[in-house]
């Protein structure tokens, strides 16, 4: 079992920064890769970033490529999203995941965890 909670989600003006945290515990943090997604109202869930194991890998979707930034602290079982250059198009609640499976995986069904997510607005 895992158990992950996300912050640091809020309201922010376009072109700002936000980070998010997700909190995990249960199994041991550096067993499994994590990723954020996020979802908008009427939308599919979106890919936004993965990190794997031991954090030196990391993969991101194309529309945040460049402006997010992934990362985790195994030390303090927190993964870690940094939002920067932020576009109202960003706005979505925005979840972490645990992939307890192997391979590089970008879609949501493979993710076994969830948290409850936090809500990020971004106003032009």
């Known amino acids: 079992q895992v158990q992950l909670v996300e912050s640091g989600g809020g309201l922010v003006q376009a072109g700002g920064s936000l980070r998010l945290s997700c909190a995990a515990s249960?199994?041991?943090?550096?067993?499994?890769?994590m990723g954020w997604f996020r979802q908008a109202p009427g939308k599919e869930r979106e890919f936004v970033a993965r990190v794997g194991r031991s954090g030196d890998i990391t993969y991101y979707g194309d529309s945040v490529k460049g402006r997010f930034t992934i990362s985790r602290d195994n030390a303090k079982n927190t993964v870690y999203l940094q939002m920067n250059s932020l576009k109202p198009e960003d706005t979505a609640g925005y979840y972490c995941?645990?992939?307890?499976?192997?391979?590089?995986?970008?879609?949501?069904?493979?993710?076994?965890?969830w948290g409850q997510g936090t809500q990020v607005t971004v106003s032009s």
């Open positions: 249960g199994r041991t943090f550096s067993s499994y890769a």
């Open positions: 995941a645990a992939d307890l499976g192997y391979g590089v995986r970008f879609s949501a069904r493979y993710y076994n965890y």
